[in-house]
């Protein structure tokens, strides 16, 4: 994003498609982050809260950002906590797939391939695609063996203790269980931080 940002002037005309397709989004983002209110004329309907200049001035463009968990997983993550570190999007959409799948790096080998693999093959091969990750079927096998246990110990401590498990804490508490892995650590669950780019310790090039 900030590296197309910098150098827009000189792709504006390029021919290749990728280029000008980098400027027109650079370009897009821009215009969300700069929007306000007051660009806009004033309706007859509006709020009269939304007609004093100075609401108008400060009421900026609400930006969600959407992705899926194989952006985090094949490396997109410290983009993705940038943006979210510096307050440039307001709303993020996505789910807790990245989460399940740097676990399971952690717990049996992950291998980089292509992002334009055949999936049909890859599938009839018993391989799953993430990105360009390749993670064959026993790893998540392997994966519902280790977490089974450790969330059947989580319910009692609730039924029990009455413990309330955020999605942070069950973080935190697989974080604990795995030991072996730098993904994730205690300190860095409590921080709500990611420590380290998907795997990229312990992805193994096939």
């Given at each position: 994003?900030?590296?197309?940002?910098?150098?827009?002037?000189?792709?504006?005309?390029?021919?290749?498609?990728?280029?000008?397709?980098?400027?027109?989004?650079?370009?897009?983002?821009?215009?969300?982050?700069?929007?306000?209110?007051?660009?806009?004329?004033?309706?007859?309907?509006?709020?009269?809260?939304?007609?004093?200049?100075?609401?108008?001035?400060?009421?900026?463009?609400?930006?969600?950002?959407?992705?899926?968990?194989?952006?985090?997983?094949?490396?997109?993550?410290?983009?993705?906590?940038?943006?979210?570190?510096?307050?440039?999007?307001?709303?993020?959409?996505?789910?807790?797939?990245?989460?399940?799948?740097?676990?399971?790096?952690?717990?049996?080998?992950?291998?980089l391939g292509e992002f334009d693999l055949n999936d049909s093959e890859l599938r009839q091969n018993f391989i799953n695609?993430?990105g360009n990750l390749l993670v064959p079927n026993t790893n998540y096998c392997v994966f519902e063996d280790w977490v089974?246990?450790?969330?059947?110990?989580?319910?009692?401590?609730?039924?029990?203790?009455?413990?309330?498990f955020s999605p942070s804490s069950i973080i935190k508490r697989l974080g604990e269980k795995i030991n072996n892995c730098?993904?994730?650590?205690?300190?860095?669950?409590?921080?709500?931080?990611?420590?380290?780019?998907?795997?990229?310790?312990?992805?193994?090039?096939?």
């Amino acid at each position: 994003f900030f590296f197309f940002s910098s150098r827009r002037r000189h792709t504006r005309c390029s021919g290749v498609s990728w280029a000008r397709r980098c400027v027109q989004e650079t370009e897009l983002i821009k215009n969300m982050l700069q929007w306000r209110l007051s660009h806009e004329p004033i309706q007859e309907n509006e709020d009269e809260e939304f007609k004093q200049q100075s609401v108008r001035e400060n009421t900026k463009c609400t930006i969600y950002l959407g992705y899926t968990s194989n952006l985090v997983s094949s490396g997109l993550r410290e983009i993705i906590r940038y943006l979210c570190q510096h307050k440039l999007v307001d709303i993020v959409v996505t789910t807790a797939g990245g989460v399940e799948e740097d676990f399971i790096k952690c717990l049996a080998p992950t291998y980089l391939g292509e992002f334009d693999l055949n999936d049909s093959e890859l599938r009839q091969n018993f391989i799953n695609r993430i990105g360009n990750l390749l993670v064959p079927n026993t790893n998540y096998c392997v994966f519902e063996d280790w977490v089974g246990p450790i969330f059947e110990e989580m319910y009692l401590e609730q039924k029990q203790k009455g413990t309330i498990f955020s999605p942070s804490s069950i973080i935190k508490r697989l974080g604990e269980k795995i030991n072996n892995c730098l993904l994730y650590t205690s300190d860095a669950a409590d921080d709500l931080l990611c420590v380290d780019l998907g795997g990229r310790r312990i992805i193994k090039k096939k």
